[in-house]
């Protein structure tokens, strides 16, 4: 007989080629993710950036790991330190780390051992603008991202700015892995809709595992 529960498990959809996303995968060990996202944002705080352009992102960032992710009047980079308070960033909990490498097994990128981790935090109206992913040393090594929290809307492009973007809808505990082919697409999140969610109060954060260097 069929189980009524059967369903309300995570479920892989393929997306593109090197893309797939592991649907409500994060979804049970949220809370406990949504715990250290808080301690590690106790100590390096979200922080909106400005980029070397001169905009103020609408995005808050923060990072743990080894290395971290920041913009600022020099450029888009990794480092080993904070530019905006000179401290090194806090070290990646062992949960984040055994969750990436465990889903970028799932997708068939064994051994993947990522030494950052970028985490995004969205209030009502953010969005993240399409922009490729191309900062890191090793482009073989794929990305894991999680997201928690209020849905957004993901635009998945091209290999070009200007190509032609799909729509899909990143809800809270969907883990997406990317790879391969697709590690170099365009991609971007639509401004957040404004709502509350149980898990995350009013917004949405992302977390993505990188591998900056080799
Ligand atoms: C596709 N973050 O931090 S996660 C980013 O939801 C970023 O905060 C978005 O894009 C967010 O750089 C999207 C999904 C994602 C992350 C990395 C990718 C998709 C990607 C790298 C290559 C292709
Ligand atoms: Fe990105």
């Not at 090194?88 to 990522?114: I, S």
Request: aromatic share 10%; proline share 7%.
């Amino acid at each position: 007989m069929l189980d009524f529960f059967s369903e309300d498990v995570p479920w892989a959809e393929p997306l593109a080629e090197g893309a797939v996303i592991l649907r409500r995968r994060a979804r049970d060990e949220a809370a406990g993710l949504m715990t250290l996202v808080s301690e590690v944002s106790a100590q390096n705080p979200f922080h909106h950036r400005i980029t070397p352009g001169g905009h103020r992102m609408s995005v808050a960032m923060t990072n743990c790991g080894n290395f971290g992710w920041s913009t600022d009047a020099r450029g888009y980079q990794y480092s080993v330190q904070d530019s905006a308070t000179g401290k090194r960033w806090p070290p990646m909990p062992e949960r984040f780390r055994a969750l990436a490498a465990a889903c970028a097994a799932e997708a068939g990128f064994e051994h993947f051992q990522p030494d950052a981790c970028l985490i995004n935090r969205y209030e009502p109206g953010a969005k993240m603008s399409l922009h490729q992913d191309k900062d890191e040393e090793d482009l073989r090594q794929p990305i894991v991202s999680v997201s928690l929290g209020l849905p957004a809307v993901f635009q998945f492009g091209g290999f070009e700015r200007g190509d032609a973007a799909q729509r899909v809808l990143l809800e809270h505990g969907d883990i997406v892995v990317w790879g391969g082919p697709s590690r170099l697409r365009f991609h971007g999140i639509l401004p957040l809709k404004p709502g509350i969610h149980p898990a995350t109060g009013a917004f949405r954060y992302n977390l993505t595992f990188r591998r900056a260097f080799r």
